[in-house]
């Protein structure tokens, strides 16, 4: 089974974007804080970005605030690119719903 879920706070203001389908898509980068202190006592915090698309991206970029709470819940989706005859593999996250914590 391939899924993810996320709970963090939007970094940035994602900006939206017409792909060449038509379909409307925006790039999100949520702060997710680790469930543990570092060795300071401190909590860091990873940057994720997460792929949005159609209404979805729509919403967000509409309701979005920086430091708003949100879910993303999808799927895992690796991309193969070749570069200099060599063959890389990225991994982009896909939401498939985002909600909004109050």
């Known amino acids: 089974m391939n899924q993810f879920c996320l709970v963090g706070k939007v970094a940035k203001i994602p ?20 469930p543990f202190a570092n060795q300071r006592g ?8 997460i792929d949005v698309w159609r209404g979805a991206a729509e919403t967000l970029v509409s309701c979005a605030k920086v430091n708003s709470w949100i879910t993303a819940k999808g799927r895992i989706q690796s991309r193969v690119r ?19 914590i109050h």
């Not at 060449?20 to 980068?29: D, L, Q």
Request: with cysteine; charged share 40%; glycine share 4%.
């Open 42 to 49: 401190e909590f860091e915090s990873d940057m994720i970005d």
């Open 82 to 100: 070749e570069k200099d005859g060599r063959q890389y593999i990225n991994y982009a996250f896909v939401a498939e719903k985002i909600e909004y």
């Open 15 to 34: 900006e939206l974007k017409t792909h060449e389908t038509g379909w409307k898509t925006c790039t999100v980068t949520m702060e997710i804080e680790r």
